[in-house]
């Protein structure tokens, strides 16, 4: 693929700018507002004639955008991406992830979450997900005064109920946001059988991570900072550096038998989906997320 011109198309006043980018083979965009201290002049001077043809010419951008804010440098890799077809890195791919949603978040960071492993589709665990949701907040009214298994008790129990509508089930998972010492993390681990958490931690030490793991390798996805050596986890979270790194470091966590979740953000749905991540965790109150990538699957049926 041939990228040939970078457009900004404004459209109705409540929408944000678009940032386009025209190839050889179609166009991809993102919303972005171009810095009025940018030129699109300049820009396309740079950008024009560039060959993405793998992973690894994505870091063209990277190199020739330096000295242009990271932002900018990540809408431009992400809407040439959306130029690219679904099947780009992976040729067979015929699924989007599957979506664990953050339910409730509170105001000192801890995020409580839901994930089925079960659910046959993606918009059925979504459904589910959401109604969870928005029963949460119509029971929880008060969530932020109250205590983290005072809240997973009352998660349980609309669980329960929900549950009984579907032919899967929904669990539990926790961000401790590294507030809450190691044991009662533990605890609460085993009690309320979490599916996932994350940040555990007060200290993020190897330890900690390796403890909880070995406690809860049956039952838990003990979600581990990533880093490139001394994994002792069986989990991490990922969120967006480029597409590149995030393409070798996904085959690299593949290949250690890592579980990998990612920090989903808009606009990065088609990289989701592309690199074939198995999880994807969707901030709270976030449908738009969800309704993009019902549209890649639908993509994604038609073309198999």
């Known amino acids: 693929m041939i990228i040939t011109k970078l457009l900004f198309k ?18 991809g965009e993102i919303p972005f507002q171009l810095s009025a201290h940018s030129s699109l002049e300049e820009l396309n001077a740079k950008i024009s004639t560039m060959s993405i043809f793998s992973a690894e010419d994505f870091s063209k951008i990277t190199q020739i955008f330096s000295s242009q804010d990271r932002e900018f440098v990540r809408a431009l ?12 890195f992976y040729p067979t791919i015929k699924q989007v992830p599957r979506p664990m949603h953050v339910i409730l978040k509170k105001e000192n960071g801890i995020e ?41 008790e009352e998660l349980s129990k609309i669980i329960s109920t929900l549950n009984l ?6 669990q539990l998972g926790v961000n401790f946001s590294k507030q809450t010492e190691l044991q009662k993390v533990l605890e609460l681990g085993k009690k309320y059988k979490l599916i996932y958490i994350e940040q555990a ?23 581990q900072p ?28 593949k290949e250690k038998a890592v579980n990998i979740f990612y920090s989903l953000q808009e606009g990065e749905e088609t ?8 999880i994807i965790k969707i901030p709270v109150k976030n449908k738009t997320i969800a309704k993009k990538l019902g549209s890649l699957k639908n993509t994604l049926k038609k073309n198999s």
């Open 10 to 27: 404004k459209k109705l006043f409540f929408f944000h700018p678009m940032l386009t980018v025209l190839t050889d083979q179609g166009s």
């Open 226 to 253: 990533y880093a490139p050596t001394h994994f002792v986890a069986n989990a991490t979270l990922l969120f967006f550096s480029s597409v590149q790194e995030l393409d070798l470091i996904t085959k690299t966590l």
């Open 77 to 88: 890799q992400l809407a040439t991406l959306n130029a690219l077809p679904l099947t780009f």
């Open 201 to 223: 931690s007060v200290t993020d030490s190897q330890e900690d991570y390796a403890f909880l793991t070995e406690q809860l390798k049956t039952t838990t996805f003990v979600c």
């Open 271 to 278: 990289l989701a989906v592309a690199l074939a991540l198995p």
């Open 165 to 170: 509508s579907f032919d899967f089930t929904i």
């Open 112 to 152: 409580f979450l839901a994930l089925s492993l079960d659910a046959a589709s993606f918009d059925k665990a979504t459904l589910a997900n959401e109604q969870l949701q928005k029963e949460s907040y119509r029971t929880l009214k008060n969530f932020n005064e109250l205590s983290e298994e005072t809240i997973l």
